[in-house]
C-alpha cells in the first residue's frame, strides 16, 4: 500500500496518463480528479466511474490520507491548529485561522526543516523530508473536511508558512500551487496564496519567473548582516542587501506587493536605531513590513520585546512612511507557533 503512487500527487495531465496506460479514456482524469479534490478518500464513493475501472486504481494507486493526532482549538475558536500523522510516521502541523473575508490555512512544506533559525522550534531536529504536492494538498483536503464537520467554511487563502522552508522543496510546492489553484479542483487564487521564505536567494528569481504571482513574504528579522547572521543561518550564505534584491526582482516581476516579516526578539534586533536601519535598506521599495512579537518557544533563549519597544520600533517605521503592521496574534493559547505544537505532543508521548 504505502509504495502505490499516490493519486492525489497528480496533476491532470498526469492522471490522463494514467487512464491512457490502462487502456481507459483519458477524459475519465477529470472525474477523478474532481472528486480527489473534493476530499473524496474512497473510490467507492466515486459514483461516475464504473466498477472495473475502480478496482483498477484500487489495485495499482493509493489516495494519500493524513492521520488526525490533535485538534487544539483556541478560546475564540477561529484558530485551530492540527496535528497530522503521515503514512511514513512522520508529524506534520498546520493551522487554520478564521478572518473577516474567510478561512486561511498555514500549512507545511516539510518534515521538519534544515534552515536552523534561532527562534524556531521546526528546526530542532533538523530536515526530515520533504513533503509531497499530494501531502500539502492533503492537509487541506483534511481541514476542510473537518471545518465542514464544524459548520465552517472552507480554505480560501493558503499560507505556505508552516514547517519547512517552502523554497528548499521547489518543484513539489510549486506543483502543490498549481493543483491548488486548478479551477477543477479547489480552485483557489494565486492572490489568496502567500509563500514566506527565510531568504534562498536563487530560488526567490527562479519563482519570480515561474508566472504563478502568488504573494511573497520574506523573513527578514534583521536590519543588517551582523544581526542577522546572529539569529538566521541562512544569512551567511545570501546577504541582506542581495535578499531586498531579489525581493524587489519579484515585486518587478510579478507586481505582487512583498512583505518583510520582521519578528522583534527582546535586545537583539528591536532598538530604535534598528528600526532606522530598516527603514534606510527598504527606502524607495513599496513593500509592507509585518511586525511580529516573538512567540516564544520553551526551550529556546529568545524572548518577546516589551509592549513599549513594539510599539516604538512600529512608530520609527510610519514616520518614515514604511506601511507597517503588526501581526495579529491568533492561537497564542494553543502553541501557535510553527513547530511548537508538535514538540509539545511528542514531549508528551515521552513521557
Ligand atoms: S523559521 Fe521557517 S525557515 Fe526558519 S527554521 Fe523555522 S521553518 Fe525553517
Known amino acids: 500500500m504505502a509504495n502505490k503512487p499516490d493519486l492525489l500527487d497528480m496533476t491532470l495531465e498526469e492522471l490522463e496518463q494514467v487512464f491512457v496506460s490502462m487502456n481507459e479514456k483519458p477524459y475519465r482524469a477529470k472525474q477523478l480528479f474532481k472528486w480527489l479534490h473534493k476530499g473524496t478518500a474512497d473510490f467507492e464513493q466515486m459514483t461516475d466511474l464504473p466498477q472495473a475501472l475502480k478496482e483498477k486504481l484500487k489495485s495499482g494507486y493509493k489516495i494519500g490520507r493524513l492521520i488526525l493526532l490533535q485538534r487544539l482549538a483556541s478560546s475564540d475558536k477561529r484558530t485551530v491548529k492540527y496535528l497530522y500523522l503521515l503514512t511514513d510516521n512522520n ?3 498546520c493551522v487554520s485561522m478564521q478572518y473577516e473575508y474567510g478561512m486561511t490555512l498555514c500549512l507545511s512544506t516539510q518534515v521538519g526543516c534544515r534552515m536552523g533559525c534561532s527562534f524556531c522550534a521546526s528546526t530542532t531536529g533538523g530536515l526530515a523530508r520533504n513533503l509531497t504536492a499530494g501531502e500539502m494538498l492533503a492537509q487541506v483536503l483534511a481541514v476542510n473536511s473537518d471545518l465542514s464537520e464544524h459548520n465552517k467554511p472552507n480554505i480560501n487563502g493558503l499560507v505556505l508558512m508552516g514547517c519547512g522552508e517552502p523554497l ?3 518543484d513539489n510546492v510549486v506543483k502543490f500551487i498549481k493543483l491548488v489553484h486548478d479551477p477543477l479542483g479547489l480552485n483557489i487564487g494565486y492572490r489568496n496564496i502567500t509563500l514566506s521564505t527565510c531568504g534562498l536567494v536563487p530560488k526567490m528569481y527562479t519563482l519570480a519567473d515561474e508566472g504563478l504571482n502568488i504573494n511573497l513574504a520574506v523573513s527578514l528579522h534583521a536590519p543588517n548582516d551582523n544581526i542577522r547572521r546572529d539569529i538566521m543561518k541562512i544569512a551567511h550564505a545570501f546577504g541582506i542587501e542581495d535578499v531586498i534584491k531579489a525581493a524587489r526582482y519579484y515585486f518587478d516581476k510579478t507586481g505582487r506587493r512583498v512583505t518583510f516579516e520582521y519578528a522583534l526578539i527582546s535586545g537583539i534586533n528591536d532598538r530604535p536605531e534598528h528600526a532606522k536601519e530598516l527603514c534606510r535598506l527598504l527606502s524607495g521599495f513599496p ?16 524572548k518577546r520585546s516589551s509592549e513599549d519597544s513594539i510599539k516604538a520600533f512600529i512608530d520609527i517605521l510610519q514616520s518614515k512612511g514604511i506601511n507597517v503592521t ?6 497564542l493559547d494553543i502553541n501557535g507557533a510553527c513547530g511548537q505544537l508538535k514538540a509539545a505532543y511528542l514531549e508528551k508521548e515521552r513521557g
Open 326 to 331: 503588526r501581526r495579529r496574534e491568533m492561537g
Open 287 to 302: 513593500c509592507h513590513v509585518n511586525v511580529i512579537p516573538l512567540n516564544e518557544v520553551k526551550h529556546l533563549s529568545r
Open 91 to 93: 508529524i506534520i502541523e
Open 168 to 170: 528548499d522543496n521547489y
